[in-house]
């Protein structure tokens, strides 16, 4: 596999619930992003992670927990989400320190809070 | 002084047709300004970049105008067709710093 890669594509979930989202970037990236994308809402960043660190965390609730293993690895956990949490979530890995060359994102997890 | 504004919030253009996409920033430590192209149901993907050493950057039928002095810089899509329909973001970063984007223009292209 290549790329940043989310899964699953697709979570429907009560507000109860816990779910977590899930990404792999196989491009040897030390940085890896949380976004939120909403209809007609510009691109929010939500949590950035810099050699496994967490170096940003944008007034995000408490309900979306941030997780990052590795440098390859990075989880979003959800418990308690309200219908406004309903969003695309994007997953994006760049490489640190050196000449910027973007961000590669994910798919997205199409994310609907019921 | 970290906002990146972009214009128009939405295009039509016909086939064939240039589509112009612009932004704006104020940030002078700014040397690094990507855009992103996103179809429904996918993440952005990076589409081209510059930097401000240079004034334009062509890659096929995309183009990257900069206008230093102005601190502005636009995206020309030539001959475009419906297969360009998707959303563009621009942004910009500093160096080691994260990109700041813009909040994106849906481009349609009418046949």
């Known amino acids: 596999e290549t790329g940043v890669t989310q899964t699953p594509r697709h979570l429907v979930m009560g507000m109860t619930n816990k779910k977590s989202l899930k990404c792999e970037q196989h491009l040897g990236h030390n940085a890896m992003y949380w976004y939120k994308q909403s209809a007609k809402k510009p691109l929010e960043l939500m949590f950035v992670y810099s050699l496994e660190e967490r170096v940003e965390n944008n007034s995000v609730p408490s309900r979306f927990s941030p997780e990052c293993p590795n440098s390859s690895h990075l989880f979003l956990h959800l418990h308690t989400l309200q219908p406004e949490d309903s969003a695309l979530y994007l997953c994006a890995s760049s490489q640190e320190g050196g000449i910027n060359y973007g961000y590669t994102f994910g798919s997205g997890t199409r994310l609907t809070v019921v | ?111």
């Open chain 2, 1 to 111: 002084q970290q906002q990146v504004k972009q214009s128009p919030q939405s295009l039509i253009v016909q086939k064939g047709g240039i589509s112009i996409i612009n932004c704006a920033y104020e940030n002078t430590a700014f040397d690094y300004f990507p855009w992103y192209q996103q179809f429904p149901g996918k993440g952005p993907a990076l589409l081209i970049a510059i930097r401000p050493d240079v004034s334009e950057k062509k890659e096929g039928r995309f183009t990257i105008s900069f206008n230093k002095s102005a601190k502005q810089f636009s995206l020309h899509i030539m001959d475009s067709q419906p297969g360009d329909s998707a959303t563009y973001f621009c942004a910009a970063s500093m160096p080691r710093e994260k990109l700041t984007f813009g909040t994106g223009t849906r481009l349609t292209i009418i046949p």
